[in-house]
Structure formats: C-alpha cells, structure tokens
C-alpha cells in the first residue's frame, strides 16, 4: 500500500482437525501495517455448507475456518458477509467470527447519523454480546463454492450445494 519494496511473507503448512492440509500465508509491511492473510485447503474439494447451532458459550472456541471466497450468514441476526476482492481469509472460532462482524457493524453505525439503521445496527450488536455470552441462539452458514472452509464439531452439518446454489452465491 505505501509502496515499500520489503514485505515479510510468513507461509506455513497446517494439519487442521477434519480438514487436510492447508497453506497459511501472511503478508505483512511493517513500514504501513498492510496486512493480507490466507488459507488454501491444498487439495480440491466440493462446493459445501457448514451449519452450526449456536446454543452455549462453549460454542464460541468452536474452530472456524473460512477460505476467501465463503459466504459467512447468521440468518437470525440478519448478517450475511460476501466475498470482495480484499477478502481474506481466517482461522478462529465461533466467537472469533462474531466479534468480526461486530467491528464492522460498530464502523457502520458511526457513518449512519441517526437513522433506523443505526438503531438496528445496536440492536444487531446486543444479540451478538448475548451470544458471546452464552444467552440466546444464532445459526452460523458458511457456503463454499470451493468447499475449502468449515466448521469443526461433530454438530457441523454438512451438505454439497447444487449447482444452483453455487451460481447463487457471490465469487469474486
């Protein structure tokens, strides 16, 4: 971003439960703090869906990983966050998602004014701290089209989208 001709590139292979091998790679320019990271599953898989119930807050140290290009969805709270261009992609956990989707809801409620949106926006940000907390329940989506994401726990449910389905969804 600033134009500085040395960046650290960090690439490491990781064996992730329920998952095969995958290649994380972290681009960082200590000079402007850009940072890029990504996940590639190193073989090819089928487009899938992982659902998760969230129930307790022993769900939020559930792992998640999420590829580039997975749609995340908590139909429940209304978010659904698409591929673009900048998407990276992440290994954390359930909470970890959550506070993700947190931080750009509070950046959207500091541009709104005051407006219904901002006032949805702060009802949308309760929702999310009770379910950190363990009060309430959400479902977390992730659709794949490259199926190299998932939700690791024996509750995952797991399904291969149609064809269909994959055109539905946005890649980038």
């Known amino acids: ?8 590139c960090n690439s490491e292979i990781l064996h992730i ?8 790679t972290t681009i960082l320019c200590e000079n402007c703090n850009y940072r890029y990271s990504d996940v590639l599953i190193t073989s090819q898989n089928k487009p899938m869906e992982y659902k998760y119930k969230i129930t307790s807050i022993d769900d939020m140290k559930i792992r998640v990983i999420r590829s580039s ?3 995340i969805e908590l139909p429940e709270l209304g978010i659904k966050i698409e591929p673009a261009a900048a998407s990276e992609a992440f290994i954390s956990n359930i909470e970890g998602v959550l506070v993700r989707a947190a931080y750009v ?8 004014g005051e407006n219904k949106k901002k006032d949805r926006g702060k009802q949308i940000l309760k929702l ?6 363990g009060k309430g329940s959400a479902t977390l989506i992730i659709k794949d089209p490259m199926g190299n994401s998932g939700i690791v726990s024996e509750k995952t449910e797991k399904r291969e989208l149609g064809p269909t389905e994959v055109e539905s969804l946005e890649i980038i």
């Open 1 to 8: 971003m600033c134009n500085n001709k040395s960046v650290k």
């Open 17 to 24: 439960p329920y998952f095969e091998e995958v290649l994380s």
């Open 105 to 112: 809801i509070e950046q959207a409620i500091r541009f709104a």
């Open 69 to 71: 290009t997975a749609t």
């Open 128 to 133: 999310i701290e009770q379910l950190r907390n």
